[in-house]
């Protein structure tokens, strides 16, 4: 089975990858298709962000899809920076607001001023609790569905470890002491909230008779 993944970022291609290569799922991005639009990204949830992602390729390519939407939500800061997490700091590229560009969707340009912007706003916070969601979205013909995986866990002091991308540098998941960055992409794939999330949908798509 064929299924248009609405993304161009690698690390998340390589994540979901190598957990639906286990079965008959044979994932493409947006380059694979051809695809170069600026996506709308305009919802205030990440239900509603990663369903608009994933219609938008289904009207224009014709193609099942499905898209995700992450956000990482902290208690202390009322569940921000949550659906605006890739636009933290503000900036250009794809994460300008309201626009998920193809072009520019990568590691995340400005993954280094939205971890300072956090940091920043965490200075003197005793409570570090945090948690990552993503919600995938999956259009098959007319019919829509929605998974969400969520890992629990504590924003650090200082940034570290060099693996993974946009925030992980800065999150620590619970049951362990070093960040996604330093656990590095095995450990991250096992336990990950993207992890959560894509096992639903594999196993979505492993009961469905197509
Ligand atoms: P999006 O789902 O690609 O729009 O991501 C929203 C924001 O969360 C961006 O700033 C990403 O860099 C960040 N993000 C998404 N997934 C992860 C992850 O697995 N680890 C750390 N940051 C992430």
Known sequence: ????????????????????AQHNIEVVSLA??????????????????????????????????????????????NGAPGVYSARYAGGEGHNAPGVYSARYAGPGHDSEANMQKLLQEMEGKTNRKARFRTVIAL?????????SGI?????????KGENGFGYDPIFIPEG???????????VKNKISHRAKAVEQLDHFLANLNL
């Open 32 to 77: 694979d298709i051809h695809c170069h639009d600026e996506i709308p990204e305009t919802a205030d949830t990440l239900e509603g962000n990663a369903l608009q992602k994933a219609q938008y390729i289904q009207d224009k390519f014709g193609l099942d899809c499905f898209a995700d939407d992450t956000g990482l939500e902290v208690e202390a800061l």
């Open 139 to 147: 259009i098959i013909g007319d019919k829509q569905y929605c998974f």
């Open 1 to 20: 089975m064929k299924l248009v993944f609405a993304t161009n970022n690698k690390h998340k291609l390589d994540e979901v990858r190598k957990i639906t």
């Open 176 to 186: 362990y002491e070093q960040t996604f960055a330093e656990l590095g992409d095995f």
């Open 151 to 159: 890992v629990n866990g504590t924003i650090t002091t200082e940034k």
